[in-house]
């Protein structure tokens, strides 16, 4: 099948009324693209941080009536219209691009990633997590989310529990949780907690296991566990902003793992954990994961 792809430059303010109208008028996806190369990873515990340029891109079936569509777009903001540009996308290259976040890799030879679709034979004493290759920073393509499931492969033991904070795709709770942990995994996005829900079933994985809520949810409960493990792939600001809540829930000398940190980054970040104390940090492309051990009393 080939589709019709629309793309135009959109602004952070003008984002969630052109998504909403574009779905309205029948586009089967919508991507955002950054259009300058800004870097950006999971959104923060309540909000959702963007480029500030963005280049949407729609898809539409061949039968779209563009004509509607552009005046429909012009009740937003007639300017709008004049950046259109549409072109067409035949559906292979659309699986291709697709495909290009697809993973299949093992992690600290315990721990093998690889999409729903792929044939895996052989490598039986490996752990075995499936996921639909699609964003980057949700299937395991990325460097920050790369080098966290490394290290929950070499150090996640049966019964720790962990929490799984801005979760996504879920992978990194469903993967602690298919290394033995007991996980809790919280997004502030109803559509993250749904796939990760889903990801999780897919990869046989119920509560007690894991345990997927809202950050609404997690917010208002009334009991919170103490965690053996805090690993949080979202984003250096959120990660300096929620550090005393990140020790606070690792108290007892837990573990705090930390993605989504931009090397020149790190030392701030660090800096904001108060009774943290860190490894050097691992780093890759660019990026750096930052691990340390929370100091205090053991709390039960």
Excluded at 159 to 176: E, H, K, T, W, Y
């Amino acid at each position: 099948m080939t589709w019709l792809q629309v793309e135009l430059r959109v602004n952070p303010s003008q984002l969630e009324g052109v998504e909403e109208l574009l779905l309205k008028c029948g586009a089967g996806s919508i991507s955002l693209v950054s259009d300058s190369d800004e870097p950006v990873l999971e959104p923060a515990p309540g909000e959702t941080p963007l480029w500030s340029s963005i280049r949407l891109q729609a898809l539409f079936s061949l039968d779209i009536d563009m004509a509607q569509l552009r005046r429909s777009i012009a009740t937003l903001d007639v300017e709008l219209c004049a950046g259109i540009t549409v072109d067409f996308l035949p559906d292979q290259d659309w699986q291709i691009a697709a495909s290009n976040h697809a993973i299949n890799e093992v992690f600290g030879d315990r721990l093998w990633l690889l999409p729903k679709s792929a044939v895996a034979s052989g490598r039986k004493n490996l752990i075995r997590l499936r996921l639909e290759p699609g964003l980057a920073f949700g299937s395991g393509s990325h460097p920050t989310t790369r080098m966290c499931l490394h290290w929950l492969a070499l150090h996640i033991e049966p019964g720790m529990r962990v929490l799984d904070f801005g979760c996504g795709s879920g992978v990194l709770g469903i993967a602690a949780a298919l290394l033995g942990g007991n996980v809790v995994a919280v997004d502030y996005d109803e559509q993250a907690v749904m796939a990760s829900r889903d990801n999780a079933a897919y990869n046989g994985i119920t509560e007690p296991h894991l345990q997927v809520m809202s950050l609404e949810s997690w917010q208002t409960t009334n009991t919170r566990p103490r965690f053996d493990v805090v690993v949080a792939h979202i984003l250096a600001a959120p990660l300096m902003t929620l550090a005393s809540h990140f020790e606070s829930v690792a108290a007892g000398s837990g573990t705090v793992v930390l993605s989504g940190v931009l090397q020149d980054q790190a030392e701030v970040v660090m800096a904001s954990y108060a009774t943290t104390v860190f490894e050097s940090p691992r780093k890759e492309a660019g990026w750096a994961c930052l691990v340390g051990r929370v100091a205090g009393p053991e709390n039960n």
